[in-house]
């Protein structure tokens, strides 16, 4: 008997059909994986299944049991857990606090035995952190190693870990994944959403992949190649790796000097016309201030920031956040860096927006990177995926002579990955200048003819002759040496 059966579920957001008849079966003691291109309905499946939207059609059976699933408590109730892309701890609280939150507690529970009951469910799983620590003090691969705790803390026995390798380093992520085989041991059913198919074909027992909201297939991983399920996933080949641009570096187009700012300890960086200059790193060491000073929005404390060829255009590493305004439409949102630019000729004429022509550059950026909605939806109602095609789609859309691309492809699919580097590259070949700022090392390798490591704030080349996963991957974590 399946552990977790979902059975023709449907959803629908306004005119978007998100699931048209999808399925699931989770065995007890398995690693399945769900993969999908972008809009595909993985997110509303999974939400379905953690009562954070209910489904208009079909059921949902944990243990045979047909089950209403209204609310993440009651999915808690039910023993299915749910681990976010984006951390929930409390940064504020310790590691013991934010272990036992929501737990119910006596009404006064003593600090020694709050500290130890922690350190009982740390040592369970092997988890070697203090209860005392504050949240914020982790590394970010104890963050997310302390958010899978926390859930199976709770007793689930159906654990959802949604993209968990994201914001990773290379050895942090392998160990991750080297917990997953573990969780199965003990009896825990683990699904695994991730765009990363080698992730999928190293540890999962079973796939199934979506497409336009419908199950298309579910199969053995043992020896499918990564390659089958993309052609699985997209229904055609998907392209190979690229290479970074083979073309010699122009002027001077961005330069950094002595660049301070709180969260950052004297950058110097040039960046020249035809390059990509990838910047790795793991989340939390500067790339959110580098990406505000170069946005205009961070004043600098102290060194110089001089754009040398302008325009400049941020494609942000926050969609919700700062990339887009969430209740404007898709073609408002791809207005809105003319609007800002106090209404600039090609959608404005003498300060007034022009109604045709915004659904014209809507309609032709929605055909050129696959936006799967029409101008006037609201950005609100596409999926994660969709939301990054549409900042992606705005910054390119002035043709920046400096472009700052902030993890421009997190959350994408592999075949609109492989699309937007593409893009970035033929942006470099056109004599762009490109500032890479990305957490993905294969993305980095890909892209960047040359490549910096962002660590705790501060700066540091890689040599050419020594660019290597295993290099750049100590770098990041601080063990570079010389």
């Known amino acids: 008997m399946p552990r977790v059966a979902l059975r023709d579920i449907h959803k629908r957001f306004g005119s978007t059909e998100a699931l048209r008849g999808a399925n699931l079966e989770l065995a007890p003691g398995e690693i399945h994986a769900v993969l999908g291109e972008n809009g595909a309905g993985k997110s509303t499946l999974v939400r379905a299944l953690y009562g954070l939207v209910r489904p208009d059609r079909g059921e949902i059976l944990i243990d045979g049991v047909p089950r209403e699933i209204s609310t993440p408590r009651r999915a808690l109730e039910l023993g299915i857990g749910l681990v976010h892309q984006h951390f929930m701890l409390v ?9 036992l939150l929501g737990e119910p507690l006596p009404a006064f529970l003593r600090r020694a035995e709050l500290r130890a009951r922690a350190r009982e469910i740390l040592e369970l799983y092997d988890l070697g952190l203090d209860p005392d620590a504050p949240a914020d ?4 691969a104890e963050r997310q190693r302390l ?8 007793g689930v026995g159906v654990l959802i870990l949604d993209e968990p390798t994201a914001v990773l380093a290379p050895s942090e992520a392998a160990a991750l994944l080297s917990l997953l085989p573990r969780l199965r041991e003990r009896g825990t059913t683990v699904l695994f959403i991730s765009h990363k198919l080698a992730e999928i074909t190293a540890v999962c027992d079973r796939v199934t992949v979506l497409r336009a909201g419908r199950s298309v297939a579910t199969r053995p ?23 970074p641009p083979a073309m010699a570096a122009g002027a001077p187009a961005l330069r950094l000097q002595d660049l301070r700012v709180p969260g950052l300890g004297g950058i110097d960086l040039e960046l020249r016309a035809g390059e ?7 989340d939390g060491n500067g ?16 060194g110089t920031l001089e754009v040398l060829r302008p325009p400049l255009a941020v494609l942000s590493g926050d969609r919700q956040r700062t990339g887009l305004v969430l209740d404007l439409s898709i073609g408002e949102n791809l207005a809105l860096s003319e609007a800002a630019g106090a209404g600039r000729e090609r959608l404005y004429r003498y300060g007034f927006l022009r109604s045709s022509e915004l659904q014209r550059v809507a309609r032709e950026s929605i055909a050129r990177f696959e936006i799967r909605g029409a101008p006037d939806l609201q950005a609100r109602a596409l999926s994660g995926g969709n939301q990054q095609k549409l900042c992606v789609a705005r910054a390119l859309g002035g043709e920046p002579r400096v472009l ?25 070949r056109a004599g762009a200048a490109v500032l890479l700022i990305s957490t993905d090392l294969d993305e980095v390798l890909e892209l960047g003819t040359r490549v910096c490591v962002l660590f705790r704030g501060r700066l540091t080349a890689v040599e050419p002759e ?7 991957g100590e770098l990041m974590l601080g063990l570079g040496g010389a």
């Open 276 to 282: 990509v200059l990838a910047i790795a790193g793991i």
């Open 91 to 99: 940064p504020a609280l310790t590691v013991a606090e934010n272990l």
């Open 287 to 302: 790339q959110g201030p580098l990406e505000e000073v170069l946005a205009g929005v961070l004043p600098i404390g102290s």
């Open 147 to 154: 958010e899978i705790v926390r859930a199976l803390a709770r």
């Open 466 to 472: 020594r660019r290597t996963r295993e290099r750049i």
């Open 137 to 140: 003090s982790l590394a970010v």
């Open 404 to 428: 700052v691309a902030v993890n421009p492809t997190r959350g994408l699919d592999v075949a609109a990955t492989a699309a937007v580097r593409e893009e970035l590259r033929e942006r470099a």
């Open 221 to 243: 991983v043992a020896g499918l190649a990564a390659a089958e399920l993309g052609r699985w996933m997209v229904g055609e080949a998907l392209p190979p790796p690229g290479s």
